[in-house]
């Protein structure tokens, strides 16, 4: 059971450079999103997708990009990297938008900004 | 969405029930009652989620009360690779983003 994986799991940037996070999943979830997760504080919603060819901005949009061109890939884009984006992201999915939908998270991948 | 109130630890022996509790005093009659856990450095997992009714799976139960303003997380056994942050959220239907908001949770250990 894959479910949702992450790539890469580290990852170390210098600023102003740009990079991909990859996201995918095999369980045909229409609904995938984006969190960070910064030291002692909770998720935050980066953007979001309710299904392909679909995408939304969250709650922290800035500096950060998405598409969904399938069902299965929702890859998060760093368009020009800088410190305040050193976090832990985090993928998730679940079958449809709606809140009776558990959402199932990848694993994270750290980011680093130096 | 609703707020959530949780104790911000808990020890509990290996091998007896861990009762964690949520208080969500304000929470709407469409609102799911979700917990989370997270394992140092790893992803949120998903454990369990209700409107009314008690529910139980393969993990733990969840105990509602009646007027659905607190809840309780129970792990029946729990053990060493139970130790986490739980994390209690309420959650509406959403026509755009399924937003969870992660509190501060309960840091719960297990004892050997």
């Known amino acids: 059971n894959a479910g949702v994986t992450q790539t890469p799991k580290f990852q170390v940037l210098k600023t102003g450079q740009s990079m991909t996070l990859q996201c995918a999943q095999d369980m045909n979830h229409e609904y995938m999103s984006w969190y960070r997760q910064d030291p002692g504080m909770g998720l935050r919603l980066i953007h979001y997708?309710?299904?392909?060819?679909?995408?939304d901005q969250g709650e922290v949009p800035n500096g950060y990009n998405v598409s969904r061109s399938t069902t299965e890939d929702f890859p998060l884009r760093l368009l020009s990297a800088a410190p305040s984006q050193t976090s832990v992201y985090f993928c998730?999915?679940?079958?449809?938008?709606?809140?009776?939908?558990?959402?199932?998270f990848g694993d994270g991948t750290r980011l680093s900004i130096l | 969405d609703a707020k959530t109130t949780q104790p911000p630890s808990m020890d509990c022996a290996e091998g007896r029930a861990a009762n964690l509790p949520c208080n969500h005093s304000t929470i709407s009659g469409n609102e799911y009652v979700y917990w989370y856990r997270q394992i140092h450095s790893q992803g949120p997992q998903y454990i369990i989620h209700?409107?009314?009714n008690n529910e139980t799976n393969e993990m733990a139960s969840l105990i509602i009360t009646e007027d659905r303003k607190s809840s309780t997380l129970i792990l029946p056994h729990a053990t060493l690779r139970d130790t986490a942050v739980y994390y209690c959220i309420v959650t509406a239907p959403q026509t755009g983003a399924n937003n969870l908001f992660f509190g501060t949770g309960t840091r719960l250990t297990v004892i050997p």
């Open positions: 209700g409107l009314k």
């Open positions: 998730a999915s679940s079958r449809t938008v709606h809140s009776n939908q558990p959402q199932h």
């Open positions: 997708s309710v299904g392909a060819g679909i995408t």
